[in-house]
């Protein structure tokens, strides 16, 4: 039911985030694209003010169809994208974790109810926003609520070790995971959420919990994939751009994997052990992955393009 009330809290919110700003993003995307670096910024900045890299990508694609976007154009903003949506994560460890969350959830709900009901649009609009942000945090309280500590459930204990006992084809089991979850979900940020909320209840170690992300980052490829299908070459292009960005940055960091979590725990403060910070070591992990997987394949956009050219004609 926290899950639901997250996934519904999201959606609400980044509707009313589209409605109240659709066609200034469509400017924005058509006219700030000329180059990959400024793409880049352009699908950060969305996707950081409306919060779903799956809002970004399905305009994006529809854009692309219509034929207002070229592939290179494309591609630096899903680039873009991916660092984008690691504010959820940010948020939630800030948010989520330091206080109690309904002294924001149901103040923000409060002030909406009227504001649903004004005349003016961009009243209604500026209701939903805050109507979406409350119910979304609402849900993330219920599950942080609902997920009883190990201290008390020892049996739970011993099944998460289990899993994680395989050395690194538990890596790559919880990669598939995250990967899977995200998919039926269609959210990389509610796993992200359910994630960073079992990680902070010790249900699972930290390695764990990166594994899963890696896999939310393959996951959320597919709303793009299912968007797409139907569409013309271009929006196709698009979305299997973002599949082969994705699939490629997570195959070169299980590569590094072990090294990388080091690097993660010496610069973040506290401890990969400690609850109370784990949640910022996870955040870390998912912005750093992402800023460095698109700091090393940006210079390759022109080689991407021809690459998804060649597999889609």
Request: hydrophobic share 50%; glycine share 8%; aromatic share 10%.
């Given at each position: 039911?926290?899950?639901?009330?997250?996934?519904?809290?999201?959606?609400?919110?980044?509707?009313?985030?589209?409605?109240?700003?659709?066609?200034?993003?469509?400017?924005?995307?058509?006219?700030?694209?000329?180059?990959r670096?400024?793409?880049?910024?352009?699908g950060?900045?969305?996707?950081?003010?409306?919060?779903?890299?799956?809002?970004?990508?399905?305009?994006?694609?529809?854009?692309?169809?219509?034929?207002?976007?070229?592939?290179?154009?494309?591609?630096g903003?899903?680039?873009?994208?991916n660092?984008?949506?690691?504010?959820t994560?940010?948020?939630?460890?800030?948010?989520?974790?330091?206080?109690?969350?309904?002294?924001?959830?149901?103040?923000?709900?409060?002030?909406?109810?009227?504001?649903?009901?004004?005349?003016?649009?961009?009243?209604?609009?500026?209701?939903?926003?805050?109507?979406?942000?409350?119910?979304?945090?609402?849900?993330?309280?219920?599950?942080?609520?609902?997920?009883?500590?190990?201290?008390?459930?020892?049996?739970?204990l011993?099944?998460l070790?289990?899993?994680?006992?395989?050395?690194?084809?538990?890596?790559?089991?919880?990669?598939?995971?995250?990967?899977?979850?995200?998919?039926?979900l269609?959210s990389?940020?509610?796993?992200?959420?359910?994630?960073?909320?079992?990680?902070?209840?010790?249900?699972?170690?930290?390695?764990?919990?990166?594994?899963?992300?890696?896999?939310?980052?393959?996951?959320t490829?597919?709303?793009?994939?299912?968007?797409?299908?139907?569409?013309?070459?271009?929006?196709?292009?698009?979305?299997?751009?973002?599949?082969?960005?994705?699939?490629?940055?997570?195959?070169?960091?299980?590569?590094?994997?072990?090294?990388?979590?080091?690097?993660?725990?010496?610069?973040?403060?506290?401890?990969?052990?400690?609850?109370?910070?784990?949640?910022?070591?996870?955040?870390?992990?998912?912005?750093?992955?992402?800023?460095?997987?698109?700091?090393?394949?940006?210079?390759?956009?022109?080689?991407?393009?021809?690459?998804?050219?060649?597999?889609?004609?």
């Amino acid at each position: 039911g926290g899950l639901g009330l997250f996934l519904f809290g999201m959606h609400v919110m980044s509707d009313g985030i589209l409605k109240r700003a659709n066609s200034k993003l469509k400017q924005i995307v058509e006219t700030l694209t000329r180059n990959r670096f400024s793409g880049i910024l352009v699908g950060f900045s969305v996707t950081s003010i409306i919060q779903s890299s799956s809002a970004t990508t399905v305009l994006l694609v529809s854009l692309a169809n219509a034929g207002l976007l070229t592939l290179r154009q494309s591609i630096g903003i899903i680039m873009g994208a991916n660092i984008g949506t690691t504010f959820t994560a940010w948020i939630v460890s800030f948010v989520g974790f330091k206080f109690s969350i309904t002294t924001l959830a149901l103040p923000a709900i409060a002030i909406a109810i009227p504001l649903l009901f004004s005349k003016k649009d961009k009243q209604r609009e500026v209701g939903t926003i805050l109507t979406g942000f409350g119910i979304l945090f609402l849900g993330l309280h219920i599950m942080k609520e609902s997920i009883p500590d190990l201290k008390g459930n020892p049996e739970v204990l011993s099944f998460l070790k289990d899993l994680s006992s395989y050395g690194y084809f538990s890596i790559l089991m919880f990669v598939i995971v995250g990967t899977i979850l995200t998919m039926v979900l269609q959210s990389s940020s509610a796993t992200m959420a359910m994630t960073i909320t079992m990680a902070f209840k010790g249900w699972i170690p930290f390695p764990v919990a990166a594994a899963i992300v890696l896999g939310e980052n393959i996951g959320t490829t597919i709303t793009a994939y299912l968007a797409s299908l139907g569409m013309g070459a271009n929006a196709k292009r698009a979305a299997r751009a973002h599949m082969i960005f994705n699939v490629f940055g997570t195959v070169w960091m299980l590569i590094v994997f072990h090294p990388f979590i080091s690097l993660i725990d010496r610069i973040v403060p506290g401890s990969i052990s400690d609850p109370q910070t784990l949640p910022f070591h996870l955040s870390a992990f998912h912005s750093l992955f992402n800023i460095l997987n698109t700091s090393l394949l940006v210079g390759f956009i022109p080689w991407f393009t021809k690459l998804v050219e060649n597999l889609i004609e």
